[in-house]
């Protein structure tokens, strides 16, 4: 268990870099805006406390904020999406539960556990973050298109990323 | 008091989640109107840093389109110079010494941080208190509107693009005078919204629209962009839909205009009101 902090501490530094310096600079046509970050939340070990999964993703939107001058609003998603995940957990849980010494990646559960576990918190997050960020339900529609383009463009590059580092452990 | 204890472990994730969330939301709220320069001074000198050398590095990319631009506005420059006209010396005319009548000044910037996708879009400078720059200066690129500085700090100012819901301006039809408000509707980065523009005032597609020169930010006569359509949707105003000069997505350099009579406009202006209560 200890040896997994450095690795997730890794995991957080590169995820932030990589979207404040990458992803927030991608604007196709005013609409798509991939937000990756959320895979730090959606890949902590299975046993992580919930109170732990709470303050880290307070953390985690709180610095993607500071670098793109909204306090308060990827950290109010992030922490949402956070408050979901244990329920999503259980409600899509194999058979025989999840064993021990596994994470919640698709290098465990398959691609099509992965899809529909990253797809139902990606989804809620853009959700809430869009809604947040237009404060008001005028223009409901046009909000909820956006959210729905960026959070499956944010999915396919989420599920890239996870069959990029599964080659990655096979090849150790 | 052991079962309120109880209950607090048993719930300590909702709770949790519920002080978190309200946590966020009122530093969204708090943080979210033009006076939210506090905490968000701090984090803008130390994340301007970063974004200016992402800056420098994106400004290779962007060098031939910058040199286009230079090309173009050089171009402009020299064809209004005095030298290009015929000179005209045999009359006698008045010579009116404006610098003593000087209201504004230009400072150049450069772009370190824009975005185009959010409803409230910001912009980074990288000029700040230290060169001059001061909040509700007017912001213009190439002739045409950008946005109004918000904030600054030692050295970087943050604008508020005029891509943002909470960014409202002056403007008037340039052939006839009438004016109105313009503001942005949050669609499409190309596109303002001009209402009030009463219904018996001629306007036609394609007619420039100017910043009106009421307030005391932006100079009379800017250009903000021309009229793509308009319709009547309520009461007797036109809602006019413009479309922008400046393009918001290859925003590099910039001016920062400011004027020299503005406290002495917001004094007398304040001083006005108050003698009428």
Known sequence: MIKTVPRYLLNFILLVLLQVFVLNNIQFSGYINPYIYVVFILTLPFETPKWLLLVLAFLMGISIDIFSNTPGMHSSATVFMAFLRPFVLKIIAPRDGYEPETYPQLRYYGGNWFLKYSSILVFAHHLFLFYIEVFRFSDFFATLLRAVLSSSFSIVLILIGQYFFRKDTKRR | ?277
């Open chain 2, 1 to 277: 008091m052991k079962s309120l204890l109880n209950f607090l472990v048993r719930t300590h994730f909702l709770l949790l989640f519920i002080l978190i969330e309200i946590f966020s939301i009122s530093l969204l709220v708090n943080n979210n109107s033009f006076q939210r320069s506090r905490m968000v001074n701090i984090s803008r000198e130390f994340s301007g840093n970063y974004h200016r050398k992402l800056a420098d590095l994106k400004e290779y990319f962007e060098l031939r389109d910058i040199n286009q631009q230079l090309v173009e506005e050089n171009t402009r420059l020299l064809n209004i110079l005095e030298s290009t006209y015929k000179s005209d010396e045999i009359f006698f005319r008045n010579v009116t010494d404006t610098i003593y009548n000087q209201r504004y000044f230009y400072t150049p910037a450069r772009v370190v941080n824009n975005s185009v996708n959010k409803m409230h879009n910001f912009i980074t400078l990288n000029k700040g208190k230290e060169q001059g720059i001061k909040p509700d200066m007017a912001v213009v690129s190439n002739g045409s509107v950008v946005g109004v500085v918000k904030g600054v700090s030692e050295n970087f100012a943050t604008v508020i693009s005029l891509l943002n819901l909470d960014f409202k301006i002056s403007a008037k039809v340039k052939k006839n005078g009438y004016f109105g408000s313009l503001s942005w509707d949050g669609k499409d980065y190309q596109k303002a919204v001009l209402n009030e523009i009463p219904l018996h005032a001629d306007i036609q597609v394609g007619d420039t629209i100017i910043t009106s020169g009421f307030s005391s930010i932006y100079p009379e006569g800017i250009l903000i962009g021309y009229i793509e359509n308009f319709e009547e949707l309520s009461g007797s105003f036109y809602t006019i839909y413009v479309r922008l000069s400046t393009d918001f997505k290859r925003l590099n350099y910039v001016n920062v205009i400011g004027n020299l009579t503005q406290n002495e406009i917001i004094d007398l202006e304040q001083e006005a009101t108050k003698n009428n209560d």
